[in-house]
């Protein structure tokens, strides 16, 4: 059996969240149009002090309920300290509130992901695409969770996507890479390693992939009888000590 080498299974695949707009400054902090966020509460969550960031998100709320971005601040600070059922309530919520962001929904898709539910986080993941097309990480994760579901086809397509959009990134060149393996297109998977190596020859996930793609002498028919999936641990898809996928975002 051909047996790509695996590297450790991230548990969070990625957090993106767009902090472009302080809880205060947004048009939906209030139904009045006040501002609610103080400044230590977004300078807790951009110094990445997330118990303190959380306290203060939440004594915002318990004042003013209806901040759809408090909301999302606080299932984001949720999310970086381990608490998935909390981080996915307030992004409900935020979204019930009337926020409706690529980012929200990349995380919320992200969140579900976490959790296995792939039905909705490929709802979340595929609104996250909608509402924001031109942004990579949406359609590198859509595809992830694709892959994870066995729609291959809607994965390879999302992953093509993205690495369209992110030619430089060597994960997404990897990823399409092993998903082309996992289709029963040996051919595909070794031009695109062959390819990465040459943007990123210090990636070693692809150089290891592609020697042991090319040792193996396998045709196209014998790769579509072997269960080549993510659970095996037969693929590399990142270095050893990366934990995340998609790049994240502030």
Same mark, same amino acid.
């Not at 006040?34 to 300078?43: K, P, R, S």
């Not at 909705?120 to 097309?133: D, E, F, H, N």
């Not at 990636?203 to 014998?222: D, F, Q, V, W």
């Given at each position: 059996?051909?047996?790509? $080498?695996?590297?450790?299974? +991230?548990?969070?695949?990625? $957090?993106?969240?767009? @902090? !472009? !707009? #302080?809880? *205060? ?21 951009g110094l990445e002090?997330? +118990?303190?960031? %959380?306290? @203060?998100?939440?004594? $915002? ?9 408090? =909301?999302?601040?606080? *299932? ?5 300290? *381990? ?8 992004? @409900? ?10 980012? !929200?929904?990349?995380?919320? #898709?992200?969140?579900? !992901?976490?959790?296995? *539910?792939?039905?909705?986080a490929i709802q ?10 031109? =942004?990579?990480?949406? =359609? ?29 990134? +060597? ?6 890479? %092993? %998903? ?5 297109? +040996? ?32 045709? #196209?028919?014998?790769?579509?009888? $072997?269960?080549? #999936? ?21």
């Amino acid at each position: 059996m051909l047996r790509l $080498i695996a590297a450790l299974q +991230p548990n969070v695949l990625a $957090i993106a969240l767009a @902090l !472009l !707009l #302080g809880c *205060g400054s947004s048009n939906l902090a209030s139904a009045a149009g006040d501002e609610i966020c103080n400044l230590n509460a977004d300078q807790a969550l951009g110094l990445e002090n997330y +118990p303190v960031a %959380i306290a @203060l998100h939440q004594q $915002i709320l318990q004042a003013h309920n209806d901040n759809a971005l408090a =909301h999302y601040h606080l *299932g984001f600070a949720y999310s970086m300290t *381990g608490r998935t059922s909390d981080e996915i309530n307030e992004y @409900l919520s935020a979204v019930r509130l009337g926020l409706h962001e690529w980012d !929200l929904f990349l995380n919320l #898709g992200l969140a579900y !992901l976490s959790q296995n *539910g792939l039905p909705k986080a490929i709802q979340s993941l595929q609104t996250a695409v909608l509402l924001g097309p031109d =942004h990579s990480e949406s =359609h590198f994760n859509l595809a992830l969770a694709y892959e994870r579901n066995d729609q291959l086809s809607e994965a390879l397509r999302e992953i093509a996507t993205s690495v369209n959009l992110a030619p430089k990134d +060597p994960a997404a060149h990897n990823t399409k890479a %092993i %998903i082309c393996v996992e289709t029963g297109n +040996p051919t595909c998977a070794r031009d695109e390693w062959t390819y990465l190596l040459r943007i990123a020859p210090d990636y070693t996930p692809a150089r290891a992939n592609l020697a042991i793609l090319s040792r193996s002498h396998m045709t #196209g028919a014998a790769l579509d009888s $072997i269960s080549l #999936g993510r659970e095996n641990g037969e693929f590399r898809r990142t270095d050893a000590d990366f934990s995340t996928l998609a790049m994240k975002r502030r």
